[in-house]
């Protein structure tokens, strides 16, 4: 089971929270002038990477807050969380 | 190769079977092949034996960095069922279940396939609805599919606990009887050994680490830590890695990778006689020929590579088993282990052409892709002889999540399978 930092509770074990999946995809801002495939790339299509992934978390048995981590997906361990709407000091491997 | 026959295992028996030799060779890589298959899972030899037997094509390599069958071939709970909804699916599974029932005869091994019954347990309303339409749904399609009453389902299994007082009570369950399970080490043993002996090459430790292509953008061959091996066409049969390999050709794919676990009781005597699955409190349970209980149990709800998940995902499956099999709840567990699974949106696989020209792709098989060894390979076999998708696989696309044609097996289930 996970330890994870959340950034309003701090530290919680991961049955409190719920995992949202990859984090910054942002909804397309105009979504009349999207393409099938791009509409697909931006519902689907994930950057699963073997390394440091950026995904969304939310504290659902807490303080029911979302926020952002990242963490290394081999090793599982966390190497930030930061509060929704602000950017991580580190970099993920997801390819945009 | 030699046969193994009556006589031959007589021989071999007052020979003290030191006589055997190797099952399949140990090549270095040639410098070029018709069609390199990366990943040496049971599907990857599954194809490159149907590339060779059905298609003549035996200028074959399957690439594998680990060892055969040491991915989730060797790690899965060895359930074989064609009970699915819909009828892309349906035609799919049964394929397999099909090549399934005469493999051991096709590939002069065992594969201890054992068609004891897989009985999915209903606990609530919505359970018993969804399972007689699966039930219906099923036999339209040939597939045999029956509705047993709680009794019934305790007469088919006598450990199962069906009083009222159960949580989740068993309201009933659905019974495919030609389901059930095989020996999955020797899947991936017996595809090896009958296609190294039509001239495939099995190269082990032997990792892929860039694909190649030409000024067109075709693949035209794989970088590897054993030198640059040139592919007429490319399979990638790599599971849970799928994204990382897709990825060394610019290729971005509607996939995520999850630790799957599966765990193992001490051994006992015969005690269990077919397989339970229960998806509303998520228990999946049989027994080995050696007299393992073998437990299925879920994935972790994040996305990893470290094939390894976390402790209370088990002990939540074993919660339900106990519930469920109240004669379990003394039994210590052996060992357990994770597998890493790649989950498409819909649940369904992806098998067919790629973006990129000569590089194919059989992934997606999430949590379920042990059932579907010998239909998944022959028909990417298939694809990969002719260029073209077989019938079978036609509508497991990676284009299908741009036109929206999914095949939406995860809603069917309602639950994770």
Redesign the interface.
């Given at each position: 089971?996970?330890l994870i930092a959340c950034p309003h509770c701090g530290n919680r074990p991961?049955?409190e929270f719920?995992?949202g999946?990859q984090a910054h995809i942002a909804r397309p801002a105009d979504p009349a002038a999207l393409s099938?495939?791009q509409?697909?790339?931006h519902?689907?299509?994930?950057?699963?990477?073997?390394g440091v992934?950026a995904?969304r978390w939310c504290h659902a048995h807490g303080c029911g807050r979302w926020f952002n981590a990242l963490?290394d997906?081999?090793?599982?361990r966390f190497l930030e969380t930061y509060p929704t709407g602000a950017q991580p000091t580190q970099t993920s491997d997801a390819?945009a | 190769m030699r046969r193994f026959s009556l006589s031959s295992l007589l021989s071999e028996s007052l020979k003290g079977h030191r006589g055997w030799g190797r099952q399949w060779r140990d090549p270095q890589p040639k410098p070029a092949y018709d069609v390199v298959i990366v990943g040496g899972g049971g599907h990857g030899l599954a194809t490159a034996y149907y590339l060779a037997t059905v298609h003549g094509i035996t200028n074959v390599a399957v690439v594998e960095k680990g060892w055969i069958g040491g991915g989730n071939t060797g790690r899965n709970t060895t359930i074989i069922r064609s009970n699915y909804l819909y009828d892309e699916s349906a035609a799919l599974y049964e394929h397999a279940l099909k090549l399934w029932e005469g493999l051991s005869q096709e590939l002069n091994y065992n594969v201890m396939f054992s068609q004891r019954g897989v009985l999915m347990l209903a606990h609530t309303l919505h359970d018993v609805q969804s399972f007689k339409r699966h039930i219906y749904a099923n036999r339209l399609n040939g597939i045999d599919n029956e509705w047993l009453t709680k009794e019934q389902c305790k007469d088919f299994c006598p450990p199962l606990e069906i009083a009222g007082s159960l949580r989740y009570p068993v309201l009933g369950g659905a019974l495919q009887r030609r389901a059930g399970t095989a020996r999955h080490d020797a899947v991936a043993w017996g595809y090896a050994r009958g296609a190294n002996a039509r001239g495939v090459d099995i190269i082990q430790n032997c990792a892929v680490t860039g694909i190649r292509r030409d000024a067109a953008g075709a693949a035209i061959g794989v970088e590897t830590t054993r030198g640059f091996i040139k592919a007429g066409r490319i399979g990638v049969v790599a599971a849970g890695?799928t994204?990382?390999v897709m990825?060394m050709a610019d290729l971005?794919?509607?996939?995520?990778?999850y630790p799957l676990q599966a765990l193992v009781s001490e051994p006992v005597k015969p005690v269990f006689p077919c397989v339970v699955m229960s998806n509303a409190v998520h228990a999946y349970i049989s027994q080995s020929d050696k007299g393992e209980l073998v437990i299925g149990a879920g994935t972790d709800?994040?996305?990893?590579?470290?094939q390894q998940g976390?402790?209370?995902i088990t002990t939540h499956t074993l919660d339900a088993i106990c519930e469920l099999f109240p004669q379990f709840t003394r039994m210590r567990m052996l060992r357990s282990w994770g597998g890493i699974v790649d989950v498409t949106?819909d649940r369904s696989p992806i098998i067919g052409k790629t973006p990129v020209n000569n590089l194919f792709v059989n992934c997606g098989w999430g949590t379920g892709g042990f059932k579907a060894t010998p239909g998944s390979g022959h028909v990417f076999a298939h694809t990969l002889a002719t260029g073209e998708p077989h019938p079978i696989n036609a509508p497991f696309t990676l284009d299908r999540?741009?036109?929206?044609r999914l095949i939406d097996e995860a809603a069917a289930a309602a639950v994770a399978h």
């Open positions: 089971m996970l991961e049955t719920r995992c999946g099938d495939a509409w697909a790339e519902l689907f299509v994930r950057a699963n990477p073997r992934h995904e963490r997906t081999v090793s599982d390819r | 890695h994204s990382t990825a971005r794919m509607p996939l995520e990778s709800q994040y996305t990893s590579y470290s976390g402790l209370h949106p999540f741009r036109t929206g």
